[in-house]
């Protein structure tokens, strides 16, 4: 590895109204920093970003003040990333204060990012106790520790984002890796601020890949995008709302649709015993999803979950509401002729149906469990399943109920 050529004198950086100085380390060791400003690329021109998809990024980034480049004229965009290097690079991207207090790890002791961790901690963008062996600070990030670093930075910056926060513990995330079990509970609310405000959007198969490492370019565009959010409202963001709702009630049905409610709400009956009216079954609803799809593209943030981006939607459900209901679902008598529209007959309306999801193998694969295709053979008395279905609402003027074995109601409608 080529030593760098730097300047043992301190450089005074500003970057989004924050002064500060960076020390330029004086040898090619761990504990220095792997980049410099490369004189000759001012306009962050770098010889090996021409045609890469963060080319524009990274000029921009690199012209505020945010990313550096290395001495023999690169800036390597698909190398990996260290715990250290996002910390300095955080640094210069948040406006909050200089930050004081904060706890320095054993191993940052004269690293050349220790001031940078050392404020971000005062800040709270790092948690301390997420580091009890040691903040090891050549260890590559994860775009996890990326993406709850910058959860705790929007939670410290505006009081509505600590209430997103809290909104979302319960949230079902948009991303397969949690529909197939993938993501630990007490991650959901870091990732949901992150991916509702569009910092991080995810990749083309709309996984996150939380435990993956990330790469310099990324990390330039998703400081831009960063700078944009820290110290907004919240509720400027519909995704976010979107996954607010989902997390206090179960649905997102008054975000997403022209619906209201006029008595109860959704999170009154939610995992509450629902008994069929023909007394086939029951059943407890664990969430409702609503996509509109009056329009050509379905808008929810839930919608690539259910319906294959590449494919759009079918004929038949344009103009509606699609809905998508996560059940738990008990049989309780054993018809003769058993099918799927015997528990069918048992709901009082459309707002759940026992019905498949239209494209089964798209959305198998993105993690979602379904309805077998032998549920009308399902006579097993007693027999508990969990599955998600498929139905729709009216997108105009119709009113709908719910009621639950406890008497809890819910009533929505658009007139």
Known sequence: MKKLIVSVLATSIVCAGITYLEPLLHSSTASQPPSVAYASSSSGNFKDVKGHWAEATIAKAYAMGLVQGYQDGTFRPNAKVTRAEYASLLTRATKLGSGTGGSSFKDMKGHWAESAVTRLSALGFINNIDYSNGFKPNTELTRLEMMKWMSNGLVQSNTSFKQAFEDTQNTLLPTPEATKGKIAKAQIPYLALVRGTGIVGGFADGSLQPEEPTTRAEVAAILLRYIDIEGQEASKYADLNEMREVGTTGTNLLTISNYKYTEGDFGKIMDTKMTLSNKSASLKLHHYI?????????????????????????SYQKGLFLTYADITFTTMTEYSNLSVNTYNNGLENSVIGINRPSDVDYINKMGINTIAKDFNNFKVIGKTTSFWTESNIDANGTGYRLRVDNNNEVRFNNR
């Open 290 to 314: 609503v996509i509109d799809a009056r329009n050509s593209k379905p808008r929810s943030v839930y919608s690539d979950l259910f319906i294959d981006p590449q494919k759009g939607l079918k």
